[in-house]
């Protein structure tokens, strides 16, 4: 019997409390939790965003360090003297066996 009593008190305090004066006197904390969600739920999808854009930049980053390496390589690998030589080959060009003079000028006064 005490147990239906007091079920029958909390659902008339619920029942004052869901009022509908209550809930239109209330109106502008219900609007601004409202505005409150929607910015919040906003700001996560910001964040989604940047963080996706941050990702995105990384991989290309990660990208163009590859391709300078393997450029940086290549030309490293272009540049040393025998593959100078086979590049300058069919040009005519060959390596000099004389010993290179040293010119001197002389001082006019």
């Keep these: ?3 239906t009593t007091t079920n029958t008190v909390s659902k008339n305090q619920l029942k004052k409390v869901f009022r509908y004066q209550w809930i239109t006197g209330n109106m502008n ?32 980053l990660k ?7 393997t450029l940086k390589s290549e030309v490293m690998f272009k540049s040393e003297e025998s593959q100078v030589l ?15 003079q040293r010119l001197k000028a002389e001082k006019t006064k």
């Design 86 to 100: 086979k590049a300058a080959e069919p040009l005519g060009l060959k390596i000099s066996s004389e010993v290179p």
């Design 29 to 60: 904390f219900f609007l601004f939790l409202s505005v409150l969600a929607v910015l919040y739920i906003a700001n996560g999808h910001t964040a989604d965003k940047t963080i996706r854009n941050i990702n995105k930049t990384q991989n290309e």
């Design 1 to 3: 019997m005490a147990e």
């Design 63 to 69: 990208e163009l360090q590859y391709e300078y390496k």
